[in-house]
């Protein structure tokens, strides 16, 4: 992705948030004190609109490392997309989802 194509992107994301973080928090962000968070990570799916979503720096380091959990993350992930209406992101997460919980690895 191009430098020009990030900022876009980034600048899209952040305005749908609306200066709230969007991992459930509500807290009050700006683009210079939040992180553009790839759900998917890069190296999977290009980031887009649809995949990434403003965090707060507390919800982007608790999503890093899976705090309270991996299936939390998703299921926000699940929330705010069904919120937006990216129904390609909802079916790869519920994916993800499944794929934990056959590992024993929800609570």
Not at 37 to 51: C, I, K, L, P, W
Not at 57 to 82: G, M, Y
Request: one cysteine or more; hydrophobic letters at 35%; charged letters at 25%.
């Amino acid at each position: 992705m191009t430098t020009a194509a990030f900022k876009k992107l980034r600048r899209a994301v952040f305005e749908r948030a609306e200066n709230q973080c969007e991992g459930g928090c509500g807290r009050w962000i700006t683009p210079d004190d939040a992180h553009l968070d790839h759900m998917f990570g890069r190296a999977r799916r290009q980031e887009s609109v649809s995949n990434c979503w403003a965090l707060c720096i507390t919800c982007d380091t608790a999503k890093t490392v899976n705090q309270p959990s991996a299936a939390h993350w998703l299921n926000r992930f699940i929330v705010h997309c069904e919120e937006h209406g990216y129904l390609p992101e909802i079916e790869i997460a519920e994916a993800r989802l499944e794929s934990l919980r056959a590992k024993g690895l929800t609570t």
